[in-house]
């Protein structure tokens, strides 16, 4: 046998080699001796790890997965088929369209958000929620056209940017997806006592559930900030201090829903594996009070280093191909050159090795034909960002 410090030195053929010179007095063998033994009187050579593998009845390595299709395992060795091995994947959540023109905060709460400053807090509150005063076209809204809504653009927020970037960004945890289940019908018992089942349900969920997200909060309280204007202006919608858009009020829409979309993404979080939306979805209560919380000896508020945040959502789409659609459509409203046969000329998709350098910039496009979520920036920024060394 070779010297440890001989760099030939195969440890998996040494054991394949020690193997088959070993002697057994035994004249029943078990297991791996038996299955090698069986192996090199039918003449087949262990020279790797693969074929000692097989021989014990554990399978190849590397065509665990289509034998786990193709046929049905005799042996009772666990097949070496690797895990799913699945990043947790990146959360969306859309922006909202709440009425935040001049006429409808002032003079109430949210009356805080009216900010001549585009760099302060507020603004950026603002444009997240009310994409129109953000500076977001209004060609959607097609009783909008020719409205004349002043913008208070936020240097903050991307206007053609469709998503509230500091909920998906600062997403600590989210639970309460519900799990699919179907209801079934059973016949009454016969004399036999003999029964059938079916199945009595639909599995897809349009009903309502809640999610508990939990977000890393921010220097200023930006997030708790905004989930409390949130819930007042819904209050406010309510009891009719305020109303929504002219468009909104005519299509019967509700103005303050949000969409949230959750992508599975493989190891690389280049490709999408496994889907999710709400149907719509809104916060109904957050731990505002937990930041007035005074505890002796602490004198900095631990309550608002995380906000917890529960959303009412109705409606839960899983692996429906449609998502991709109506993802990439969110995008393409607030950003028409992210259209098909625009995208091209207007924009140039991240190469794979400069995401990271690249990291909070750019328009996410899933690719329905290979799953891969791809993002796209101006040619203009991107060689910006390489002059700068990267």
Known sequence: MSSDQDLSFNPFEA????????????????????AIGSSVESGLVLGNIDDILAASGFGLIDSAVTANFWGVRRGNNIMPSPLPYENTGITFFTKPRLKLTDSNILGNLL??????????????????????????????????????????????????????????NNTISMTG????????????????????????????????????CTF????????GTMIYLWLYYMSAVYVGDIY????????????????????????TRTRVLRMFCSGASFPTAANTGANFNVTEGKP????????????????????DPRIIKWFNKTVTN????????????????????????????????INPSNMDLEWWIEPTVYKELLSRGY
């Open 334 to 365: 607030f950003n028409q050159n992210m259209k098909d046969g625009v995208r091209e000329q207007a924009y140039m998709k991240i190469p794979y090795g400069k995401q990271n350098i690249m990291d909070n910039m750019g328009y996410p496009r």
């Open 177 to 212: 997806f519900p799990d699919s289940d179907l209801n079934t019908y059973t016949a009454p018992e016969g004399v036999y006592h003999e029964t059938w089942s079916m199945a009595d349900d639909i599995v897809t969920l349009f009903g309502r559930y809640d999610l508990s």
């Open 15 to 34: 054991i394949a080699n020690f193997s088959l010179q070993e002697k057994s007095t035994n004249t029943s063998k078990f297991g791996y001796e038996g």
């Open 244 to 267: 929504p858009y002219i468009d909104s009020i005519m299509d019967n829409e509700i103005d303050y829903q949000t969409r949230i979309y959750r992508f599975i993404l493989d190891p």
């Open 216 to 223: 890393r909060n921010m220097y200023g309280d930006p997030i």
């Open 111 to 168: 009356s805080l958000l009216a900010s001549d400053n585009p760099r302060s807090m507020a603004r950026a509150i603002r444009a997240f929620l009310d994409p129109y005063t953000g500076g977001s076209s209004t060609a959607t809204a097609t009783t909008l056209k020719g409205m004349d809504i002043k913008p208070y653009k936020s240097d903050l927020v991307d206007p053609l940017n469709p998503f509230i970037t500091i909920l998906g």
């Open 300 to 319: 900095l508020v631990q309550e608002s280093n995380e906000y917890s945040v529960n959303f009412t959502c109705s409606g839960a789409v899983y692996y």
